[in-house]
């Protein structure tokens, strides 16, 4: 009977949770907000499940009641006197008694987990571009993209906004859950992060095309390693020495690559390079197109070639090049590395 | 009752054939093709409501299946990125749109006046103008579908993702326009719903009779009206920046994406009441009639209908918890949300005391359905009590753990509703009982399939899978959850077809129903199945409650038992014309009768006329005033004198047919309408606001404040107009027709100084719609305040030339009450309009 459809239900949504917590899991917190908003899942999970439970089990048995009314023929009760009594108590009085407890809960955990204890002395700033995300680390001048580099054990603010529609910013092992990025506001977030380790970020307020494939990898290391990487990033990217390599940054601006990427001696004009982003450290990231693929020289030239292979509808276009242009391009790019 | 039913005449069985025969000449729906685009009875426009929408249920059902499969694997490409955003964003928008509201629509207008003893809606035109609206709006969705053209930026549409900027072709076009022309038919339903359930009760049944259900659309057609509205000026602000080059919600020039946001939900959560109130409302006659006794706690369960209805207007923001608003204000939301709680427990206990306490004799298939409902609806409910909590929601917002909650709610909440009702009524509407057997297989299969297909998907949105995704990548663990959802998808769909085979083969062959298969007890199932065409052969009398099972039967259903005079005289459809009782608000004690109009092509053309205006918006702005006109040709066509009004002659009984003030159906039509867009003006005036408290300067820099001087004395016009129009109603109250046509061309004349005057001060404007925001506001409320008293004046003229020509003589009065009411309306209206403009400015 569909009474009883509840309660397996439980059961087994309890089992298949006890092991979860993939790199994206609400279930697998790694800092202080994130698990405090698993409790709250846990508790809810619980309370309400307790509850329902008793309420499938007194349908249940309602319905047994009655059909054995039926069958034993017996008469309508012709007395309804104290219905609305009892469905009152039931019905109004056990739910606001749980609600009260579970909105003080939850109004706890909210003002708990919306700031850290303690000041951020760091603001990152993260701006959404479809289909992608800009990081900036406005106190060292430091851009750049889809790797957003914190450090172990200290809050950290981070600013975002939009460059075009309205994206939304989650990362949620380490966060308080979303903040949405406005274009023409600034919200502010904040991430902490346990122990060193690589987090999964990504956009959940729908953007677009490829909404679907515009994830974020948080790495997060011990400060003095963070340290050093963005002392390590103020300085510009090596310039190119051999042929090949020269020859690939000059396709970089012939074909018109700089038109939307930056790359810092490079840059071009004002107004020009802000598009796409930044490849300052290109060659050190993890991975290509925000997480889409693994960054391999072959990956980078075929994302170049036909960047619609890995995500179609991305705005960068396809580009024809000659396969030693491309090498050439491939070569360039993959030395840009702090 | 009161003294009125006394004293009474006694038919014997010869007359009684007679007159049904002599009634269903009367109430026929016209025959022929032709006749098709003529029908205005209740019955046949509820049906195609009803099948129309169902059509739309398979198709988004089908999108459903495409979404699912592109799902079930990672990186599959079943869809493209681009179809895939559209299937999401047509099958919440048909959903939404056009299955669940139009089918529950169809089936109050089939079903309330049967069980309200009444042989006809209040406006039957009316209804089946909003079919044809309905029609036209979902084929031309489906039509911009098939062209590659579908809408696909969600089915919420949040701008600037859905603005010309980041939307440019025609897909979010198509949104925009059809959605709002449709929002058209949903609102004219629900004013004609509530009018009839108002007005037109059998004799008796006071409010507190009321069955459940028929409260449930009253409440449900109520938040329509004030909660449409919303939709409607957003998506006009949407279409205006898309396809004139206003600003509402282009932050470039003042505009505010969180406008769009505050609007859409301040419809969008009433919404999803709307679609459930009346699945809780047939629950409720449902579960009684198979439990065999009235329903526990009624009292209560209509109180809790009316306190959802009313906190669903205050919770909208728990859609936005995310958008970075002051956690103080969230958790006063989170803690409207949460009240949503009691009002629904209540609901479910009162259902459960009355299985409890009752004889369950079979268990049939609606109350499987029912049954089902009961158990969907808490586990939807405890995830939103689990999502009103602020921080979760922070977590879980726009991941599948949503998708997962709001299905249960809107599969468990209104589409399993809809199927108990379709075993439940259809043995009344096809006069046929469907397969029980079949019954069970479409249930269990349905019932399972969507447990395979939602349950899991918490999990899947727990594990941080978000919504409106195309596809994933292998390494993130969704796939096995994934194919899971998919495999239950197409068990649903499997539940399905066995719903269609079922309704084919017992619609053709099955056993022909009594009228009471189930031994309801309410007023519908004391005539044929189906009904005649005129519903009932006498006006019922009720005597005690319908809606818990009490309908006192002998006093509802005693063909040719003793009937009082006028009962009787308005049972005989004098003349031919198509008639029904008017009682009162409150007690249903009678206050007279209304002649209903018959049949009639002109609904049909100015659905077409409509429809020009706006489908046409979407290749030219210019198309819009041609079909306006267009429509004004066809809306004279439509109020044309026929012969077939109230008679002048005095009825030879106690009952009047001179309804005037309030208890004319057609002022309360009115003031319905009044409703409805005075709620367009207060948010118009409210975003105003809005937009004002975010913008730096207001005037922003460079741009001039308004002039007083002119805008103040076209307002002074304006408000004089209506006082010789009050002076004219009065007088046609007394019978002088003169002085009424007197009045209406006075009135007509200062109207027409305001619209002069008005087109001097913005011809003057140093700024165009296109410059600021702030030029966008002030074009919308003067073209909004304008374009009301273009309509008033062609209503006027229009009921001045009726009454001149003296067709139907003191039959006007209600209508020219109507006016009145309307005028002074659109007077205060511009006036609120301009003051707040100016306060702005000058602020």
Redesign the interface.
């Given at each position: 009977?569909?009474?009883w459809?509840?309660l397996p239900?439980y059961a087994?949504?309890g089992l298949?949770?006890a092991g979860?917590g993939?790199?994206?899991?609400?279930?697998g917190a790694s800092s202080p907000a994130?698990s405090?908003?698993e409790s709250?899942?846990w508790i809810?999970?619980a309370s309400?499940?307790v509850?329902?439970t008793l309420?499938?089990l007194?349908?249940g048995?309602?319905?047994i009641?009655?059909?054995r009314?039926?069958m034993e023929e017996?008469a309508?009760?012709a007395d309804?006197g104290g219905?609305?009594r009892?469905?009152?108590i039931?019905?109004?009085l056990?739910?606001?008694v749980f609600?009260v407890g579970?909105?003080t809960?939850?109004?706890r955990?909210?003002?708990v987990?919306?700031a850290p204890d303690e000041t951020p002395e760091r603001t990152i700033e993260v701006i959404g571009h479809?289909f992608w995300w800009e990081i900036r680390y406005p106190d060292a001048g430091v851009v750049t993209a889809n790797e957003l580099r914190i450090p172990v054990g200290e809050p950290v603010a981070i600013h975002v906004s939009s460059a075009?529609?309205?994206h939304?910013f989650?990362v949620?092992q380490l966060g308080?859950?979303?903040?949405?990025m406005?274009?023409?506001?600034t919200?502010?977030t904040w991430l902490l992060a346990d122990e060193p380790g690589e987090y999964?970020g990504?956009?959940?307020?729908?953007?677009?095309?490829?909404?679907?494939?515009m994830?974020l990898l948080v790495i997060a290391s011990p400060p003095e390693e963070f340290e050093a990487w963005l002392e390590r990033r103020t300085d510009p990217p090596p310039v190119p020495t051999d042929v090949e390599r020269r020859r690939g940054l000059f396709l970089f601006s012939d074909r018109g690559c700089d038109a939307c990427h930056a790359i810092a001696d490079v840059a071009p004009a004002e107004g020009m390079g802000m598009a796409g982003p930044n490849l300052d450290d290109l060659a050190s990231r993890r991975t290509l197109g925000a997480?889409?693929v693994e960054n391999t020289p072959e990956n980078l030239a075929q994302w170049i070639a036909n960047p619609h292979d890995f995500k179609?509808?991305v705005r960068m276009p396809a580009t024809e090049l000659e396969d030693e242009d491309l090498e050439a391009l491939v070569s360039y790019l993959r030395g840009l590395e702090p | 009752v009161s003294d009125r039913v006394r004293g009474a005449v006694r038919l014997d069985d010869e007359r009684e054939r007679s007159l049904g025969e002599h009634l269903s000449s009367v109430w026929a729906p016209p025959p022929g093709a032709l006749g098709f685009f003529t029908a205005v009875n209740h019955r046949v426009v509820g049906l195609r409501f009803m099948v129309t929408a169902f059509v739309f249920f398979l198709l988004a059902g089908l999108l459903a299946v495409a979404v699912r499969l592109q799902l079930s694997l990672p990186l599959l490409d079943v869809l493209?990125?681009?179809a895939y955003?559209q299937a999401f964003t047509m099958h919440g928008s048909t959903m939404m749109f056009l299955f669940v509201i139009p089918f529950l629509e169809g089936l109050a207008i089939y079903l309330v006046p049967l069980m309200i003893g009444a042989r006809e809606m209040a406006f039957p035109r009316l209804n089946a103008f909003g079919y044809w609206v309905f029609l036209v709006a979902g084929v031309g969705l489906y039509v911009a579908y098939l062209s590659g053209h579908a809408p696909d930026?969600?089915w919420y549409n949040?701008p600037?993702?859905s603005g010309p900027?980041?939307s440019p072709g025609p897909n979010v076009d198509f949104w925009v326009v059809l959605i709002t022309f449709l929002e058209v038919s949903a609102l004219v339903a629900a004013v004609e719903i509530v009018v009839t359930i108002l007005k037109q009760r059998a004799p008796g049944m006071s409010l507190t009779r009321m069955p459940v259900f028929v409260w449930a659309m009253l409440i449900t057609a109520l938040m329509i009206v004030f909660a449409m509205p919303a939709l409607i000026l957003t998506s006009t602000m949407l279409g205006l920046d898309r396809m004139m080059g206003t600003h509402f919600f282009n932050?470039?020039a003042g505009g505010?994406?969180?406008l769009w946001q505050h609007l859409f939900w301040f419809f969008g959560h009433p919404d999803v009441y709307i679609l459930l109130l009346p699945g809780i409302g047939a629950i409720s006659m449902i579960i009684p009639t198979f439990?065999?006794?009235?329903l526990?706690?009624y009292?209560?369960v209509v109180a809790s209908m009316v306190i959802l209805g009313m906190l669903s207007f205050g919770v909208w923001v728990h859609h936005m918890y995310?958008?970075?608003l002051a956690?103080v204000g969230?958790?006063f939301f989170?803690?409207a949300s949460?009240?949503i709680?009691?009002p629904s427990?209540?609901?479910?206990?009162?259902w459960?005391?009355t299985?409890?306490?009752?004889?369950?004799?079979v268990?049939t298939t609606a109350m499987?359905f029912a049954?089902?409902f009961?158990?969907l609806f808490?586990?939807g409910g405890?995830t939103g009590?689990?999502i009103?909590?602020?921080?979760?929601?922070?977590?879980?917002?726009?991941?599948h753990f949503i998708v997962a909650h709001f299905h249960y709610t809107m599969v468990g909440g209104t589409i399993f509703p809809i199927f108990a009702a379709i075993y439940y009524w259809f043995p009344k509407m096809t006069g046929r009982v469907l397969d029980e057997r079949l019954g069970r297989w479409h249930f269990w299969l349905f019932?399972v399939g969507f447990?395979v297909t939602f349950?899991?998907m918490?999990?899947t949105g727990?594990?941080?899978?978000?919504?409106?995704?195309?596809?994933?990548?292998p390494?993130?663990?969704w796939s096995a959850l994934n194919m899971i959802s998919t495999v239950g998808t197409f068990i649903m769909g499997a539940g399905v077809f066995v719903l269609l085979w079922n309704v084919w083969w017992s619609w053709r062959v099955g056993p022909v129903a009594p009228p009471s298969p189930w031994h309801g007890r309410t007023l519908e199932w004391t005539t044929t199945s189906p009904p005649a065409n005129y519903n009932f052969l006498h006006v019922p009398l009720v005597g005690a409650r319908g809606s818990s099972g009490e309908a006192d039967r002998g006093d509802a259903a005693d063909d040719g038992g003793d009937r009082p005079r006028w009962l009787q005289a308005l049972s005989e459809g004098r003349g031919g014309r198509r008639e029904n009782i008017v009682t009162d608000v409150l007690a249903a004690e009678p206050e007279g009768r209304v002649v209903l109009p018959k049949p009639s092509p002109w609904p049909f053309w100015t659905a077409m006329a409509l429809s020009i205006a706006f489908v046409g918006a979407l290749w030219t702005p210019y198309l819009v005033p041609v079909g306006l006109a267009l429509t004004f040709v066809a809306l004279v066509g439509w109020h044309w004198p026929s012969g077939t009004g109230a008679p002048d002659e005095p009825a030879d009984d106690e009952l009047t047919d001179r309804l005037t003030g309030l208890k004319a159906p057609i002022v309360w039509g009115v003031v319905l309408l009044v409703a409805i867009e005075g709620t367009v003006l207060a948010l118009l005036v409210m975003s105003a606001f809005y937009l004002r408290l975010g913008a730096e300067a207001w005037p922003p820099q460079g741009m001039a404040t308004p002039e007083l001087a002119t805008s103040t004395l076209r307002q002074g016009l304006l408000v004089a107009s209506a006082l010789p129009a009050w002076m004219g109603v009065r007088g046609f109250l007394r019978g002088d027709r003169r002085r009424f046509l007197l009045g209406l061309a006075v009135g007509l004349v200062l109207a027409g100084g305001y619209l002069v005057l008005g087109g001097f001060e913005y011809t003057d404007r140093a700024h165009g719609w296109d410059t600021h925001v702030f030029g966008s506001l002030d074009w919308l409320m003067g073209v909004y305040a304008a374009f009301h008293v273009v309509v008033l004046m062609l209503a006027a003229a229009t009921l001045g030339s009726f009454v001149h020509r003296g067709a139907r003589g003191a039959g006007y009065l209600p209508a020219a009450q109507g006016l009145l009411v309307y005028w002074v309306f659109v007077a205060l209206g511009s006036v609120l309009l301009h003051g707040a403009w100016h306060f702005l400015a000058r602020w």
């Open positions: 009977m569909s009474r459809l509840g239900g087994g949504l298949l949770l979860c993939g790199q994206q899991s609400i279930l994130a405090h908003i709250l899942w809810s999970l309400t499940g509850l329902s309420v499938f007194a349908l048995y309602a319905v009641q009655a059909r009314a039926a017996r309508e009760d309804h219905e609305g009892v469905i009152l039931v019905g109004a056990i739910p606001t609600l579970f909105l809960l939850a109004v955990t909210g003002s987990v919306s479809m075009d529609v309205i939304s989650w949620p308080p859950g979303k903040i949405d406005v274009p023409g506001r919200n502010v999964r990504q956009c959940t307020e729908f953007c677009g095309v490829q909404h679907a494939l994830s997480l889409r179609p509808g | 493209s990125p681009e955003n930026a969600g949040y600037p993702l900027g980041y932050v470039a505010d994406p969180f439990a065999r006794r009235p526990a706690g009292t209560l995310t958008v970075g956690l969230l958790n989170a803690a949460m009240l709680t009691i427990s209540i609901q479910i206990i009162a459960i005391t299985i409890w306490k009752g004889r369950i004799e268990m499987l049954l089902a009961i158990v808490i586990l405890i009590i689990m009103a909590a602020v921080p979760f929601n922070w977590q879980v917002h726009d991941t019932l447990n349950l899991l918490h999990v727990l594990e941080g899978m978000p919504r409106r995704t195309y596809t994933y990548l390494d993130l663990g």
